[in-house]
């Protein structure tokens, strides 16, 4: 088995590869698309091979002597969707005998009325979501494998464990004040790397061929949003009791966030622009007005003419104070769902080695060491401690950038 892992140097991949290189180093090929992220890969001298997904010849040059295949890369737009299209042609070509796509929950759709759900539950993302262009992959390999290229999708929630993206992400809006907890005893779902990358080899063994979803979880039925981000904080030397929200007040800021706000000088900014001046300049009626409106700006005080103009400003008043949420740490919470695992146990005989709780303690003990006071910059933390104490600004978030 010789084994080609697309997206090899992110953080799944890079995982998935040392795992192999450590049982096998002949069978594991990473494919990167250049090097400046793959060092994690370089420092145990795997023979890295460079693809973009986009280049068709580049893959199909990469996927040679390759029997198996991972794809765990990701990317914005429709660059996701091409490149997969261009992989499947690929590992067509290249003979693959079976492809693991790694796909996501967010296929599945952001709200749920609570409860567990299995892989027959109807996919409900929004258009032109991440979970919607991720239902799209996964519909590709589907068809892929009607067609004979035997592939199974494995379906994650947020993946955790040591340098976790996705946790850190969530360390750095709990330190910048931007994290609140929902009032509610919300399911959280995570799936350590290293029970990923079980049930990948577990994948490349055997299982579903046709294309089908499997969810992958820690089965850790009892944690909740609450207890991951009171652990997290703990863990980040962040002060406690967090902000606490109703997940009404919690829906208000989401729908905020996606709406954008009426604005009258917006829409006279708008007016002056450029090429909606010349559009407009063709009809006489609206030459006029124009032509009335810039007479009118002249008169108006110079704050006014530099908003219009698209001059920054500074909130004033009592809106300047609010707290501001991320949107993607309340959506997070809001979704209120279990994924069960049943499938995977049953066809891939999966069974996660590292339970929930070893993994966010394995996390907790890594941030400790990289950016706490028993790690190397602990002088730095502790002195940038004291100096908020004292009054002045305390240290910013580059540590965990």
Same mark, same amino acid.
């Given at each position: 088995?010789k084994?080609?892992?697309?997206?090899?140097?992110?953080?799944?991949?890079s995982?998935l590869a040392?795992?192999?290189?450590q049982?096998?180093?002949?069978?594991?090929?990473?494919?990167?698309?250049?090097?400046g992220?793959?060092w994690?890969?370089?420092?145990?001298?795997?023979?890295?091979r460079?693809?973009d997904v986009l280049?068709k010849a580049e893959?199909?040059?990469?996927?040679?002597?390759c029997?198996?295949?991972?794809n765990?890369f990701r990317a914005g737009?429709?660059?996701?969707?091409r490149?997969?299209?261009?992989l499947?042609?690929?590992?067509r070509a290249?003979?693959i005998?079976?492809?693991?796509?790694?796909s996501?929950?967010?296929?599945?759709?952001?709200r749920?009325d609570?409860?567990?759900?299995?892989?027959?539950?109807?996919?409900?993302?929004e258009?032109g979501s991440?979970g919607?262009?991720?239902?799209?992959?996964?519909r590709?390999?589907?068809?892929?494998a009607?067609?004979?290229?035997?592939a199974?999708?494995?379906c994650?929630p947020n993946v955790s464990?040591?340098?976790?993206?996705f946790?850190?992400?969530l360390?750095?809006h709990?330190?910048s004040?931007?994290?609140?907890?929902?009032?509610?005893?919300l399911?959280?779902?995570?799936?350590d790397?290293?029970n990923?990358?079980h049930?990948?080899?577990?994948a490349?063994?055997g299982?579903?061929?046709?294309g089908?979803?499997?969810?992958?979880?820690?089965q850790?039925?009892r944690l909740?949003?609450?207890?991951?981000?009171?652990?997290?904080a703990?863990?980040?030397?962040i002060d406690?009791?967090?902000?606490?929200i109703?997940?009404a %007040?919690a829906?208000?800021?989401?729908?905020?966030? !996606?709406r954008?706000?009426? &604005?009258?000088? +917006? #829409? $006279?900014?708008? @007016?002056?622009?450029a090429d909606?001046?010349k559009?407009?300049?063709q009809?006489?009626?609206?030459?006029?007005a124009?032509?009335?409106v810039?007479r009118?700006?002249?008169?108006m005080p110079?704050?006014?003419?530099?908003?219009m103009?698209g001059?920054?400003t500074?909130a004033?008043?009592p809106?300047?104070n609010r707290?501001s949420? %991320?949107?993607?740490?309340?959506?997070?919470?809001? !979704?209120?769902?279990?994924? &069960?695992?049943? +499938? #995977? $146990?049953?066809e @891939?005989?999966?069974?996660?080695?590292?339970?929930?709780?070893q993994s966010?303690s394995g996390?907790?003990?890594w941030?400790?060491?990289?950016f706490?006071?028993?790690g190397p910059m602990?002088?730095?933390?502790l002195?940038?401690l004291a100096?908020?104490r004292d009054g002045l600004p305390?240290?910013?978030?580059?540590?965990?950038?």
């Open positions: 088995m084994i080609a892992i697309v997206g090899a140097s992110g953080f799944v991949g995982a040392e795992s192999l290189w049982s096998d180093p002949g069978s594991v090929v990473p494919l990167i698309h250049r090097s992220n793959a994690q890969l370089a420092r145990h001298g795997m023979p890295l460079c693809a280049n893959l199909r040059g990469a996927l040679e002597g029997t198996h295949l991972v765990c737009g429709d660059v996701m969707v490149g997969l299209a261009n499947i042609d690929a590992a290249a003979g005998q079976r492809l693991v796509h790694i996501s929950v967010a296929v599945y759709g952001p749920f609570g409860g567990t759900i299995d892989e027959q539950c109807p996919k409900r993302a258009p991440y919607a262009m991720k239902e799209q992959c996964d590709m390999i589907a068809k892929a009607r067609r004979g290229l035997p199974v999708v494995l994650p464990g040591v340098n976790s993206p946790l850190l992400a360390v750095e709990l330190r004040g931007k994290g609140a907890i929902i009032d509610a005893e399911p959280c779902e995570l799936v790397v290293q990923l990358v049930a990948i080899r577990l490349l063994d299982g579903p061929a046709d089908s979803r499997v969810f992958v979880t820690d850790e039925s909740t949003w609450r207890d991951l981000i009171e652990q997290l703990e863990a980040a030397l406690l009791p967090l902000p606490v109703s997940s %007040a829906e208000t800021v989401l729908r905020a966030s !996606r954008p706000q009426a &604005s009258f000088t +917006r #829409a $006279i900014r708008r @007016l002056f622009a909606v001046r559009a407009l300049r009809d006489p009626m609206w030459q006029s124009i032509d009335a810039a009118l700006s002249k008169r110079a704050r006014m003419r530099g908003r103009n001059a920054p500074l004033r008043g809106s300047a707290p949420y %991320a949107a993607t740490v309340l959506e997070q919470q809001l !979704r209120n769902v279990r994924y &069960s695992n049943a +499938r #995977a $146990i049953k @891939l005989g999966y069974r996660p080695p590292i339970s929930g709780e966010l996390f907790r003990h941030l400790d060491r990289q706490g006071w028993r602990g002088d730095l933390v002195t940038a100096v908020g305390p240290l910013g978030n580059s540590a965990l950038s």
